[in-house]
Every structure is written in structure tokens, then in C-alpha cells.
């Protein structure tokens, strides 16, 4: 087991080299010129020079990915081309707010989604089975900002329930700074007030996550389940008269497990990326709002971080899911 | 032409709903293609007397916040969206069978070079790599198209080298290089027509959710600029004025949806007939 995860563990490594390099390519090679971006309009040749000397961007490119890496190393991603300021500082306090989002709606997805799944392949041609296969299609076709506006639409401007902008409503209502989760700040300081504050603020967009990929999840878990039900080892059980729910939760789900991590591993790609769909539509103060900002001057410093960042986390839930399948199926880990 | 115009018809009407969604398809293709012509008025002309009209006969979907017809705008943005996943689709096909058939012929050093290279690209949230790609061109149409290829060409590399080095084996092929063909043509006149089938299927799975990612970096800025009519600029547009005329984010919305589903449900059902083929044999 342990040289299983060893072995998974050097090859992210690798890759996240590897994205390193892509991204670094990505943001230097480019038409744009940060520098003459910084030094502003109209400034004299002389100036332009001097900000990219200052930035060293009239080194080698060789070099300068070599001192992105020897900072890389030391945990600093590089200093934002337009504030000056530290680009990691920026990042580990944007950073909570797409985690709590990206995450919490992740899990609610999971929670409601994989029972769902299930019940969709036992109960086969049924309501639940026919009103998803409908629902996923749709929802594939559902551009996820046009779902927030008609959420935004129907709860803030029609019914006034949920408020549309950002993480809290206001300093008062802040729970006070320990994690920067601030649903976990809250319930630990006991502060009632702050934790349905910060929850309203977080119900639309987590509905919008979940609503646009809840049929996409509960399909592909009815697919893994299927798949599992018609196995041999099934009609052996149902032939000695077991139960069918003995049948379902103790042969089919302990099989379909790995498969439906697997598949909802790479789902969570898809939750990335809308999460900063979210964060743009409900100005939500995580890092993708953040990196916005910064790509809308070309910062390329905030966009390397931005990528590298969001690269670093499906990786790391990658390895995770690895180490839940080893976990779930010994054949794996022996392998 | 004719025998693929013929294995198309004969597929179209196989089933009740496979006919409904090609003539859902072939419906929205004409408003891509002729729609335009059908409105009189100019879809970047500001008319300040005219703004926020309510949908009329004149006005069917009403006017946005320049004065300019919404419907105008909707259709040409049909086209555009659709030129857009063409683009990028295309990009992505030769990329992907120039890579993939590398991988796949070579084997050994460059295959694994390769392909952790093309696993690099596969490892991005696809979103991400596209938001970032296209913010470092700098917003436009053409880095949009660029940075979604870049975002989307590994899987068909994958997808190519698995085919080539499948039918590798089979005796035509080596039949073909027993003759000395180059590696091209027996690429390009051997392995790509047998690997048609899985292509297509992945093809008319992609159209609509390359639509739908460019609509995102265009709702996020990061695609063609105002006043250019895309979809997702429209919608971001549209979103400053919900409380005004939610009909404006409305139209132009389910426009969006529409296209996009009218592409799903092609993809859905292409996916299935192919699934049932290959099974069956």
C-alpha cells in the first residue's frame, strides 16, 4: 500500500513539474507585453525597459523559469505585476472562500446525487430513472452563469429570500478570522448569527453548482451500479434467495464504489471550473474572482498562480481518489 | 457524396427521435445559416431613442441598452458560436490526429514523450487552462478559438493514438506497409477511415459544449469585446439589467440553451446508435 501511494505520490510530482513548465510557457510566450501593460499608456520606451528589467523579464527564458522554480520552492508564486504586493499572500486570503464554495457544493453534490444514482438503477424506467435521464441532457446544455442569473432572478430580485453578493453581509456579521472558512470560524466561535449569514450568502451559488451537474452525477452512478447488477455474482446471489437489499448494499455498492469515485473524481474538474463561473456571477471573494482581476491586465504573475493553484488542488484530489479506490479494492493496491 | 448522404438518411430515419432531433439540428443550422438575412436591422448600429423597448412586432425580443434589436443579435450570435466550435473543433481534430498518429506509428521514446506531455494537458480543469490561456493572449475572438484548442486537443490525441495502435495489427494495415506506403498514407488512407466512428461520436458530443465553454470566457470577458455579438457577452450584458428587462437575459439565454441542447441530444443519440453497433459485434 504504502509503495503504491509512494509511487502515485512521485508521479504527481511529475506532472505538477510538468504543469510548471506548460504555464510558464503559457504566460511568457505570449503577443501581450506585461511590461508595457504596467508602465501604462504612453510611456516612453525607456520606461518600458526599465519595469521589464525591473520585473526581469529581459532575462533568458530559461532563466527566469528557473528562478520561478527556486521561488516556487520557497512558497512564494512571484509579486503582482500591477499592486507590487506578494502574489501568495493574495492567494492563501482568496484561497479559504473557493475552497468553502468549491467543496461544500462538491459534497452536497455527492450527498444527494449518488443516492439518487442508486435508486435510478434499481428502480430502472421508473420516475426518478427517466425524470434524471431528461435532466441530464438539459443540464449539459445549460450554460451554468444563465442558471445563476435565473436563480439571481427569481430569489433576490423577485423574493428577496438570498442575497447575491459576496460572503457576508457586512463586517458585523463576520465571524471572527481563525481558519478564513468561514462557516468553520463560525460554528467554532459559536457565533449563530454569522453562520446563517455566511450560509444565505453561500445558498445560490452552491444551488447553482449543484443544480447544473446534479443529473450528470446521478447518471454516471446509475451507470457504475448497472454495470455491477449485471454481474454474475449477482444473479448467483439472487438465485440463492438474498434479499435484494442485502443484494444492493452489500455485492453491488462495495464493487460500484470504486468506479463512482473514479468518475466523480473527474467531475470534480468540472466543479473547479464552474466554481469560477460562480465566483465571477456572485462576486464571491475566492481566488478565481481574484485572478479576474489580474487577467483582465494581463498580470501574469496572478494568472501563473491562478492556474497553478487550481492545477495543484485537482491533482491533489486525484491522488486522493487513488487512495480511496486502493482503499475500496485490494486488487489495486497490489498490484 | 451520395452513399454518405444515403448512410445519413438511412440513419436519420431509424427512429422517431432520431428524426426529430436531426430536424431540431438541421433547423437551427439554417437559422445559422440564413437567420441573419431575415432582419433589417444592424446588429452594432447604436439607436439612443430606442433603448430598452419591450418586445414588439417590430421588436420581437425587444431592444438592449444601445438601441439595437435583440433578435438581430441573437442570430447573428448563432453563427458566431457555431464558427467558434467549428474552429476549435477543427484545430483540435488535426492537432490530435497529427499527435496521436505520431504516438501511435513511433511507439517507444517518442510515444512516452509524448504522451506525458498530452497527460500534462489532461490533468488542467479544462475551464481553467482555457480562462488562463485566454487572458494571456489578451481578449479577442481569435485567442478565444486558440485557447480552447489548447484546452481541448489532448483527449483526441489520446483518443488517436489508442485507434492507431489498435489497428496497428491488423492485416490491412500491414498489408498496406508490406507495399512500402509512407507511414502518412497509410495513416491518413488506412487507420483515420476506421477510426471514423469513435471520431464522429466525439465530434457531435464536443459541438456543444465547445459552444458552451466559449460563452463562458465570453461572459468572463476573456472573448471577443463589445460590441461584437457572442452569446456570452450578450448574457453578461444582459445580467446588469436584469431588474430592467430580464427579456433581454431571457432571450438571449435560452437561445444558448436551445443551440447547445439541439447539439446534446444529436451527440446523445449518435453515442447511443454507435454504442449499440459495436456491441453487437
Excluded at chain 1, 216 to 226: G, S
Excluded at chain 1, 282 to 289: N, R
Excluded at chain 2, 208 to 218: A, R, Y
Aim: glycine share 6%.
Amino acid at each position: 500500500m504504502s509503495v503504491y501511494l509512494l509511487r502515485r505520490f512521485a508521479m504527481m510530482l511529475v506532472t505538477f513539474f510538468g504543469i510548471t513548465l506548460v504555464v510558464f510557457t503559457m504566460t511568457r510566450v505570449i503577443p501581450a507585453d506585461p511590461a508595457r501593460a504596467a508602465a501604462g499608456v504612453g510611456a516612453s520606451p525607456q520606461t518600458v525597459a526599465m519595469i521589464r528589467h525591473e520585473l526581469g523579464l529581459d532575462r533568458p527564458l530559461l532563466t527566469q523559469y528557473l528562478f520561478y522554480m527556486r521561488d516556487l520552492s520557497r512558497g512564494s508564486l512571484g509579486k503582482s505585476v500591477y499592486s507590487r504586493k506578494p502574489v501568495t499572500t493574495e492567494v492563501l486570503r482568496y484561497l479559504p472562500a473557493t475552497i468553502e464554495l468549491a467543496m461544500t457544493s462538491f459534497l452536497v453534490l455527492c450527498l444527494v446525487g449518488i443516492p439518487l444514482g442508486i435508486l435510478a438503477a434499481t428502480h430502472r424506467g421508473h420516475a426518478v430513472d427517466v425524470v434524471t435521464r431528461i435532466a441530464a441532457v438539459g443540464s449539459t446544455a445549460l450554460p451554468i452563469f444563465w442558471l445563476a442569473l435565473i436563480l439571481q432572478f427569481i430569489f433576490f430580485y423577485h423574493l428577496h429570500w438570498f442575497p447575491i453578493i459576496g460572503r457576508s453581509g457586512g463586517i458585523a456579521l463576520r465571524p471572527e478570522h481563525i481558519t478564513g472558512f468561514y462557516v468553520f470560524d463560525a460554528l467554532i466561535t459559536w457565533n449563530w448569527p454569522a453562520l446563517v449569514d455566511t450560509l444565505r450568502h453561500m445558498f445560490l451559488p452552491l444551488v447553482t453548482l449543484v443544480a447544473s451537474r446534479l443529473a450528470v452525477v446521478v447518471r454516471l452512478t446509475r451507470v457504475c451500479v448497472l454495470e455491477v447488477l449485471s454481474e454474475d455474482y449477482v444473479r448467483t446471489a439472487r438465485a440463492k434467495g438474498v434479499p435484494n437489499s442485502r443484494i444492493v448494499y452489500k455485492h453491488v455498492l462495495r464493487n460500484a464504489a470504486g468506479p463512482i469515485v473514479t468518475e466523480l473524481g473527474m467531475q470534480l474538474a468540472w466543479m473547479l471550473g464552474g466554481s469560477a463561473v460562480a465566483e465571477a456571477i456572485f462576486v464571491w471573494p475566492g481566488l478565481a474572482y481574484f485572478a479576474l482581476l489580474g487577467m483582465a491586465s494581463v498580470d501574469y504573475n496572478v494568472i501563473m498562480a491562478f492556474t497553478l493553484v487550481f492545477a495543484l488542488i485537482f491533482l491533489l484530489s486525484n491522488l486522493l481518489v487513488d487512495v480511496i479506490c486502493a482503499l475500496l479494492n485490494p486488487k489495486i493496491r497490489l498490484e | 457524396m451520395m452513399p454518405l448522404l444515403r448512410i445519413v438518411a438511412r440513419w436519420t430515419l431509424a427512429s422517431r427521435m432520431r428524426l426529430c432531433t436531426v430536424v431540431f439540428v438541421v433547423f437551427i443550422l439554417a437559422i445559422v445559416a440564413f437567420g441573419p438575412l431575415l432582419s433589417p436591422y444592424s446588429t452594432t448600429a447604436i439607436n439612443a431613442s430606442e433603448r430598452f423597448l419591450r418586445p414588439s412586432w417590430s421588436h420581437p425580443f425587444g431592444t438592449d441598452e444601445m438601441g439595437r434589436d435583440i433578435i438581430t443579435r441573437v442570430l447573428a450570435g448563432a453563427r458566431l458560436s457555431v464558427l467558434i466550435s467549428a474552429s476549435v473543433l477543427s484545430v483540435t481534430l488535426i492537432v490530435g490526429v497529427v499527435v496521436g498518429g505520431v504516438a501511435g506509428f513511433y511507439g517507444g521514446l517518442v510515444d512516452l514523450v509524448v504522451m506525458r506531455i498530452t497527460e500534462i494537458f489532461l490533468t488542467f480543469p479544462t475551464l481553467v487552462l482555457a480562462m488562463a490561456l485566454a487572458a494571456s493572449l489578451g481578449p479577442s475572438l481569435g485567442s478565444m478559438i486558440l485557447a480552447l484548442s489548447i484546452a481541448w486537443w489532448a483527449s483526441y490525441a489520446r483518443l488517436l493514438r489508442a485507434k492507431v495502435i489498435e489497428l496497428r495489427e491488423e492485416q490491412y494495415v500491414e498489408a498496406a506497409r508490406a507495399l512500402g506506403m509512407s507511414s502518412w498514407r497509410v495513416l491518413f488512407r488506412h487507420i483515420l477511415p476506421n477510426a471514423l466512428g469513435p471520431l464522429v461520436v466525439r465530434i457531435t458530443n464536443d459541438f456543444g459544449g465547445v459552444i458552451l465553454f466559449s460563452t463562458v470566457l465570453g461572459f468572463l470577458g476573456l472573448g471577443p469585446q463589445p460590441p461584437t455579438p457572442e452569446w456570452g457577452l450578450m448574457v453578461a450584458t444582459a445580467s446588469r439589467y436584469l431588474a430592467i428587462t430580464p427579456s433581454y437575459a431571457l432571450f438571449s439565454g435560452s437561445a444558448l440553451f436551445i443551440t447547445v441542447l439541439a447539439f446534446a441530444l444529436l451527440g446523445d443519440e449518435v453515442y447511443e446508435s454507435y454504442r449499440s453497433t459495436t456491441r453487437r459485434d
